[in-house]
């Protein structure tokens, strides 16, 4: 038997040993390879979608690379910690420490080139599912599978580095104990209490400010306090980790009808030690889950944003333009001759807006015409309106704005042509996208409609009004193929300096494409994201776990002698897990938690949306793979250590 | 009425090879005695006392403790046997780390349920007579192994069981700290009337029992009663072990001998 003979069937035959961390690292080459091969599909590199997506998902894998690394050293940590005895023995042989480090580099490397081949075997394999789903919420007629070498390359150098890099960091990094302490097997941990109470108290203070800073935000303070609570909550948790749980757990100890009850005391006096030990890895932990939790909850919120489009655009079409406008004619006629060409249902109102001054406010105001808004109103099937003359009606931008309208009296004249208007009212609905209607949008009755003949005052320098074409289409989510070429032109005028084109064309059903198919990305990539940490974050506690099997093992064998049953044996197990994976999950969540109701509240300010509902869904269904995560570890731990 | 009965118990181990541990061994141990069960390595000594500790079964034969036959109860009834009716003493002592001496010693007593008053007041008896005050809020690692063993007898009393099984309770022990725990051991056998089953091949620890109870590979070999001195038990305890070492009477080294 070689030495390389004897590395190979070391990790062979310790398979199961091994299995967590190469089932991790696996998992993370799968998912980084599938990545690889979006970025550098032909289609989507050619700027199909835009930079912002790659740019995102650039992002994304750097952060799944960063925390891979990080992942990969730890478990290498938690490994060699796990077998010391077997290297205290190779040792005691007569070992080398060169050797030895030799030993671990190759098993590292044939783990790491094992978990790389079927990573990227596996994960090219699904690569063409993962295209099909990719095109179908691209909404892209083809996403071939395709061969080229970058992924591959890509993939196989940064993570065969990272097993390179990691295993002689970790082995050269890590304490050299003397043969005689590698002999007794992993340490049982360090069994001294180590708390101060300035530090307790820091890391309950400074959480609570984090949570309560978010609570007060506003929309000025956003950008002050989006960065001092993240700081806040970060030093916060991680004081809290290291002392203020220890703490809490020493006075539950003095209390001694708590402390010395049936199958509490060791439970307890474990936890003190659990969470000194393994302090900085709930931190990390804690971290993690944040991240996973605030990138899940605002996807939903992304989808709910996508859910509410229709609501916030009511219209198909909408074609606006000037009085003048030379091409109005041949644009609407090419707009209803492709709606006709498809067979798509519509609705077509004209409008004529006017501009007039406000005595009021002395700004310019934007005038309907009654029978105008009354035709757009009954396709939509909503209630009419009825105006006498003098009377105006307020035109709602936002849903918010209408309560806000509806307590509002203003008496004015349209200064123009001396019409005095007296505004009661504001329309419940919203009827218009708050991109196409000024803030001061009024409708008046036909009547003073007609009277106005003199311009704005600001003409010719100003527009004096505008004609409004808008498509009521009950299948708007089908008008992405209408008016592309007005589309492009009205595109490409955005990205020059000033906007001259003489019209403005907005196709909701077209926007609303584009916006899925975006936010489906980010939510593709998001998920995966947060997949890998959340089965990283669960990892970690395993790979703990299963250092510390023997002890636990020797444990359970003299309480088993001493008389414990089977269910207060499985009562002892639950309450030794169930700290360690639900105790930095419940932090993560109560910290996503105050950190959504900060983005509720600025989200309403900016987008009025409400994402309640969505979070809650996405939050509880976290919650149940925990549970069922929780069971899973909880029912090998229990097999493992009985017999 | 003996309080344990051992009665023609086999046990079989099976597997690739297969071993029978104990051979038909049937012996008795009275109220209050203080047995020690001797043999060579191998002999089914340890065997013999995870019977005993009913966390084993006999493949065939009865143990009968006070007329309870552990053998008819189930999984959870033993627990709660072992729990109340078994004190044990191991060679490693097995104190669990994480609790203060004072935690391991009423551990028994909580898994019981016990309300804190009674805990407390079995406490405080057994720390004056076994003298532990001095490091009753240390913890495992911070105590010697006499001091270790002393708690562990000190757990092994608190319940007030029926009958106590010690593992070779002095065999990590120096010679000083091993005369100490066997003088407490005999002392509470006298003063507590506590009746205590001790596996050893130590023969000095040997000597401080009531009688010795000689194995040899499962099978019972030689019994002998303990007589006025300790000195000529002693040496009694020598010349059976001489027999036991496979017939050659020359073969212990004379080293042994005081």
Not at chain 1, 158 to 172: D, E, G, K, Q, T
Not at chain 2, 192 to 210: E, L, N
Request: aromatic share 14%.
């Amino acid at each position: 038997m070689t030495f390389h003979q004897f590395a190979y069937r070391n990790v062979i035959r310790n398979l199961r040993i091994y299995a967590a961390f190469f089932m991790a690292s696996f998992f993370s080459v799968f998912v980084f390879f599938i990545y690889s091969m979006l970025m550098f599909h032909p289609k989507i590199d050619r700027g199909f979608l835009g930079n912002v997506p790659i740019l995102w998902m650039v992002v994304a894998e750097i952060i799944l690379v960063l925390f891979t690394w990080f992942f990969i050293f730890y478990s290498m940590k938690a490994f060699l910690e796990a077998r010391s005895k077997e290297f205290g023995i190779l040792l005691h042989l007569g070992m080398e420490r060169r050797q030895l480090s030799k030993l671990v580099f190759l098993e590292t490397i044939i783990i790491g080139v094992m978990s790389i081949v079927l990573g990227i075997i596996f994960g090219y394999s699904f690569s063409k599912f993962f295209f099909m789903i990719v095109r179908e919420i691209l909404m892209l007629d083809e996403l071939p599978l395709y061969l080229s070498w970058e992924p591959f390359v890509l993939t196989f150098a940064v993570y065969l580095s990272a097993f390179i890099v990691i295993s002689m960091v970790s082995v050269h990094f890590s304490p050299q104990r003397k043969i005689i302490d590698l002999m007794q097997g992993p340490k049982g941990g360090n069994y001294t209490v180590t708390y101060t109470k300035t530090r307790t108290l820091l890391g309950i203070v400074l959480i609570l400010l984090g949570y309560w800073l978010s609570i007060v935000m506003t929309r000025t303070s956003l950008y002050s306090f989006s960065i001092l609570i993240p700081i806040l909550i970060t030093f916060g948790t991680f004081y809290f980790f290291s002392d203020s749980t220890q703490y809490i757990v020493e006075s539950l100890k003095k209390k001694k009808i708590v402390y010395w009850k049936n199958s509490r005391m060791l439970p307890l006096a474990e936890q003190t030690f659990i969470l000194k030990n393994n302090g900085k890895m709930f931190f990390v932990v804690t971290m993690v889950s944040t991240l996973a939790f605030l990138s899940v909850g605002l996807l939903s919120t992304l989808s709910s944003y996508t859910s509410q489009y229709d609501k916030l655009n009511p219209l198909g079409l909408i074609y606006k333009g000037h009085i003048d406008n030379p091409y109005e004619g041949t644009h609407v006629s090419t707009l209803v001759s492709q709606l006709e060409e498809r067979g798509l249902s519509y609705h077509l109102t004209r409008f004529t807006v006017k501009k007039q001054t406000s005595s009021y406010t002395q700004y310019e105001v934007e005038v309907f015409r009654e029978s105008d808004i009354n035709s757009l109103l009954f396709s939509y099937g909503y209630p009419m309106v009825r105006l006498s003359e003098g009377e105006g009606m307020f035109i709602p931008y936002t849903e918010e704005s209408i309560k806000k309208l509806s307590k509002r009296t203003i008496e004015t004249v349209l200064v123009e042509n001396n019409i005095p208007i007296k505004i009661d009212q504001v329309y419940p609905k919203l009827i218009f996208p708050g991109s196409i209607v000024s803030l001061n949008s009024i409708i008046i009755s036909d009547e003073d409609f007609a009277k106005l003949v003199n311009p704005y005052k600001g003409y010719p320098n100003v527009e004096p009004g505008y004609h409004l074409f808008t498509f009521d289409i009950p299948q708007w989510i089908e008008t992405t193929d209408i008016g592309l070429s007005i589309q492009q032109n009205v595109s490409a005028e955005y990205l020059k300096d000033e906007y001259l084109l003489p019209y403005y064309f907005e196709n909701a059903g077209l926007n609303y494409s584009y916006i899925l198919s975006t936010y489906s990305l980010f939510t593709l990539v998001g998920l995966l994201v947060a997949a890998v940490f959340l089965l990283a974050a669960g990892s970690f506690i395993y790979f703990k776990l299963h250092t510390n099997l023997e002890n636990e093992k020797r444990k359970f064998d003299a309480l088993k002698r001493m008389g414990i049953s089977d269910n207060e044996l499985k009562s002892l197990v639950t309450k030794h897990l169930f700290p360690q994976f639900f105790l930095p999950w419940g932090v993560a969540l109560s910290h996503s938690l105050f950190a959504f109701i900060a983005i509720q509240k600025v989200l309403k300010n900016v987008a009025n949306i409400s994402i309640v509902k969505e979070l809650i869904f996405a939050l509880l269904f976290l919650v149940l793979i925990q549970v069922i995560y929780f069971y899973l570890i909880r029912w090998r731990y229990i097999a493992h250590v009985r017999d | 009425m003996p309080i344990l009965q051992v009665k023609d118990v086999t046990k079989v181990y099976e597997g690739k090879v297969t071993n029978r541990a104990i051979n038909q061994l049937s012996f008795e141990v009275a109220k209050g005695e203080f047995l020690a069960v001797m043999g060579p390595s191998g002999s089914g000594k340890t065997t013999l006392l995870n019977l005993i500790s009913t966390i084993d079964k006999p493949t065939s034969g009865e143990i009968i403790f006070n007329y309870i036959k552990p053998q008819n109860l189930n999984k959870t009834e033993l627990a709660f046997f072992r729990r109340r009716e078994l004190g044990f003493i191991f060679q490693d002592f097995n104190l669990l780390p994480m609790l203060t001496v004072e935690e391991n010693i009423v551990l028994p007593l909580t898994l019981d349920n016990q309300p804190v008053e009674v805990m407390e007041e079995r406490l405080n008896t057994l720390v004056e007579s076994l003298d532990l005050k001095s490091f009753l809020y240390k913890r495992p690692n911070e105590i010697s192994g006499g001091q270790a063993q002393r708690v562990a007898i000190a757990r092994a009393l608190i319940h007030r069981p029926t009958i106590i099984l010690a593992d070779e309770p002095t065999g990590n022990l120096d010679s000083n700290n091993s005369r100490e725990v066997l003088e407490l051991l005999s002392k509470i056998n006298k003063e507590r009337k506590t009746t205590i089953v001790m596996v050893t091949h130590d023969p000095i620890a040997a000597s401080f029992c009531d009688r010795v109870l000689f194995i040899k590979d499962g099978e019972f070999f030689n019994e002998i009663y303990r007589d006025d001195r300790r000195q000529t038990f002693f040496q009694r305890i020598l010349n059976v072990l001489s027999l036991l070492g496979g017939g050659q009477v020359g073969d212990l080294s004379s080293i042994r001998l005081p």
